[in-house]
């Protein structure tokens, strides 16, 4: 069992929390569990529920889309000093992508509703997390839609062989993924706007209550 003591040091020596305040990344470690999970373990499935995120510490990671009609398309293999899973984030909190460990794995996993309540009742808190994870969410769209392009197009089906239905319906259904991970991506992009929009007022208005005010004549 990690102390801890000891998660606050994984935590501080971590790249994704690396330059956040002192105090932010203090707020983190009640939050955080040393996991593992033996190579060819699923950390989640597409569609399941996203009750958590991971840190990674060793090991090594296969980010995958699941289609109905063959093997899981790995998008994008994920090792040491990366981050997983996003969905979290935004409603309907299902995840957009499977998780596979190609090897023995160690992460640190972080509570998806303890985080968010930690988040509403903390803004700057709030702020730090959804500024880490925008770009993480932009990478990995950026990564799936290049994939799908290697998959589904440009290529024509011939005039005389029509595409299949089950992968017509695979296309779709792809397609649709991307679509909401997008707009997922823009509902976040918004709220990180209004976090930081907050913090600026609510920093204008500590200076005006400090400010010595003028005596009267």
């Excluded at 069992?1 to 971590?14: A, C, F, N, S, T």
């Excluded at 981050?83 to 090897?103: I, K, M």
């Excluded at 994870?133 to 990564?143: C, I, K, Q, T, Y």
């Excluded at 799908?148 to 299949?164: F, I, Q, S, T």
Aim: net charge positive; glycine share 6%; charged share 30%.
């Amino acid at each position: 069992m990690v102390k801890p003591r000891d998660l606050g040091r994984v935590i501080d020596e971590h790249p994704f929390f690396r330059d956040m305040a002192p105090d932010l990344r203090a707020a983190l470690v009640c939050l955080a569990v040393n996991e593992r999970f033996a190579a060819g373990e699923h950390l989640f499935r597409e569609g399941a529920e996203a009750r958590k995120f991971y840190v990674i510490r060793e090991g090594q990671v296969a980010v995958e889309v699941e289609p109905p009609v063959r093997k899981p398309i790995v998008l994008e293999t994920l090792g040491a000093g990366d981050v997983l899973g996003w969905s979290w984030l935004v409603p309907p909190h299902r995840a957009a992508f499977a998780a596979r460990a190609q090897t023995d794995l160690r992460v640190l996993a972080f509570d998806a509703d303890c985080l968010r309540r930690a988040m509403l009742e903390n803004p700057q808190l709030g702020y730090a997390v959804l500024a880490r994870f925008v770009p993480v969410m932009a990478h990995r769209l950026a990564a799936a839609r290049m994939q799908m392009l290697d998959l589904y197009g440009p290529a024509v089906a011939p005039k005389d062989k029509p595409a299949k239905p089950k992968v017509e319906k695979a296309v779709r259904d792809s397609k649709g993924r991307n679509r909401s991970a997008v707009a997922a991506l823009e509902g976040v992009k918004a709220e990180a706007a209004a976090t930081k929009a907050e913090l600026k007022l609510a920093k204008k208005g500590k200076k005006a209550d400090k400010a010595p005010k003028k005596k009267g004549k």
